[in-house]
């Protein structure tokens, strides 16, 4: 055969098998499979698109907290902060995307899968710089905020379930995986910072130190939980997806050296896998406890005859206990039937039932006691009503006397006008007015003589200084002489 026949024939492996796959008749389930198998590799297949000598170097250089990058995080704190504070998602988020949180925890999963103990130091020295940096910040501004509310935005991250360990860990294989990509996608890192959170939890955390107290240490405790879930599960997520892409292991010119880097490595892989799986196994266990006991409580409270209150420590957890706290009386079968029912409930059915319940409260003596407090509000109504009506008829006896006594001053002088309508002009005149009196004085010069002076007493706004209310003074007296017809008036001042 000649070779130029022979090279129509040389196919590579590739080629050679896409050829026998085209030959492969299209109802041979051999094929189908193969093919198959083939669509699935490439749609899922991720190594071929990886640049592993960029991506170590990018991880890296998020790394350091100093400079900028430090006072950016310093402002997203203080942004989510407001935000948690304000109750408002819409600002929290914003704060997560300006957040620098992700460098020194996914540089732990690199440097673990990759032997790298300088970056593995350095990574959890600037974890600790971050965290601390954080907490405090946070603290200091709701130490000083005058606002302190326990909102929902902050009460949710107190209190971490199944969903935050699964958010964790599929938001880190997210980010290492966009990370590893030539070309790194920005909107997933963006993404995958608003869904795993780590910003609100350490807010909480500084919520919880400055609020202080049983409560505030419960709650930093907890949201502090939730923010080490984040962390473990991001950087397991690092530490898989690299072993699996089989990133270069770092390597050290010391044999020696590089045996025990490789140790050291491998034995903080398997104590962050350690915790991991302890913390996932306790929160999946935590989770399916509190969704029966959601449940068997929900099963109770259909019953339209029993008052259920419920509070927030009626689930012990640790000590295995359940506490129902009844608005009323709670028969012995009911008793009965409380605890059979709960056997039915895999998760806590090992829990132990403690029942109260308020025997001198029953349905029938509650339902008594509204009844008396409806009449005793009616007879209330009736009384309220009754003073109402007697109120409206001694103002209309104070109008009568009033006209009475301006009808008797007018008839005895001429020139008298009705101090109620004088006193009304006085104020429309001057707002300042607080106080305004006016009468006729006995004055004698000689002790021998009497005169009648007319005199007004007022009181001014206090706010006045004594210039400006001895300046009204003189304007009120030339406009009392002016409306009353008066040649000569006094006018004093009534001390404050």
């Not at 109008?399 to 002088?413: C, M, V």
Request: aromatic share 10%; hydrophobic share 45%.
């Amino acid at each position: 055969m000649s070779a130029e026949n022979e090279n129509k024939f040389n196919f590579t492996d590739d080629e050679s098998a896409e050829k026998n796959a085209e030959n492969q008749p299209v109802d041979d389930p051999k094929g189908l499979w193969e093919g198959f198998k083939s669509f699935l590799y490439k749609l899922l297949d991720i190594r071929d698109d990886v640049d592993k000598d960029q991506t170590i170097e990018d991880v890296k250089k998020d790394i350091p907290f100093k400079g900028a990058t430090a006072w950016i995080l310093i402002c997203s704190i203080f942004i989510a902060s407001i935000g948690l504070n304000a109750n408002s998602t819409a600002v929290v988020i914003g704060a997560m995307l300006i957040s620098p949180l992700m460098g020194p925890i996914l540089g732990m999963g690199m440097s673990i899968a990759i032997n790298d103990i300088y970056t593995l130091r350095k990574s959890l020295v600037n974890f600790g710089v971050m965290v601390v940096l954080s907490v405090l910040t946070a603290f200091l501004f709701f130490k000083f905020f005058p606002l302190q509310e326990d909102s929902s935005e902050l009460l949710a991250r107190t209190k971490p379930d199944i969903r935050d360990v699964l958010i964790a860990f599929f938001g880190g294989l997210a980010l290492i995986i966009a990370r590893t990509k030539k070309g790194t996608i920005a909107s997933v890192i963006f993404g995958v910072a608003i869904a795993t959170a780590l910003m609100p939890p350490l807010c909480t955390v500084g919520f919880g130190l400055a609020k202080g107290g049983t409560q505030g240490l419960e709650f930093a405790g907890g949201a502090l939980y939730l923010f080490i879930i984040n962390t473990i599960f991001i950087a397991l997520a690092t530490f898989l997806v690299l072993k699996i892409l089989r990133f270069p292991m770092l390597k050290y010119a010391n044999s020696k050296r590089r045996k025990r880097i490789s140790q050291l490595a491998s034995v903080v892989a398997i104590a962050v896998m350690i915790p991991a799986v302890w913390t996932f196994w306790n929160v999946l266990i935590e989770t399916n406890i509190n969704k029966d006991y959601k449940l068997f409580v929900e099963n109770i409270e259909k019953n339209p005859e029993v008052w259920l209150q419920r509070r927030k420590e009626d689930l012990d957890i640790p000590n295995k206990t359940i506490f129902l706290h009844f608005n009323g009386e709670i028969t012995s079968l009911l008793r009965a039937q409380y605890e059979s029912d709960l056997k039915n409930y895999e998760n806590i059915k090992d829990f132990k039932l403690e029942i109260f319940g308020n025997e001198n409260r029953s349905v029938d003596k509650i339902s008594d006691a509204l009844d008396r407090a409806y009449k005793d509000l009616d007879q209330k109504e009736l009384l309220i009503k009754g003073l109402t009506e007697q109120v409206e008829e001694l103002k209309l006896n104070n109008r009568a006397l009033e006209e009475q006594l301006k009808s008797k001053a007018s008839s005895q002088n001429e020139n008298f006008v009705a101090f109620t309508t004088l006193s009304k002009d006085a104020k429309i005149q001057y707002t300042d007015l607080q106080q305004f009196g006016f009468a006729r004085m006995l004055s004698s010069k000689d002790f021998s003589t009497i005169d009648t002076i007319p005199v007004a007493a007022v009181k001014w706004n206090p706010a006045l200084s004594d210039s400006i209310q001895t300046l009204r003074e003189a304007e009120l007296k030339v406009w009392l002489q002016q409306k009353l017809a008066l040649d000569t008036l006094i006018v004093e001042r009534i001390q404050q």
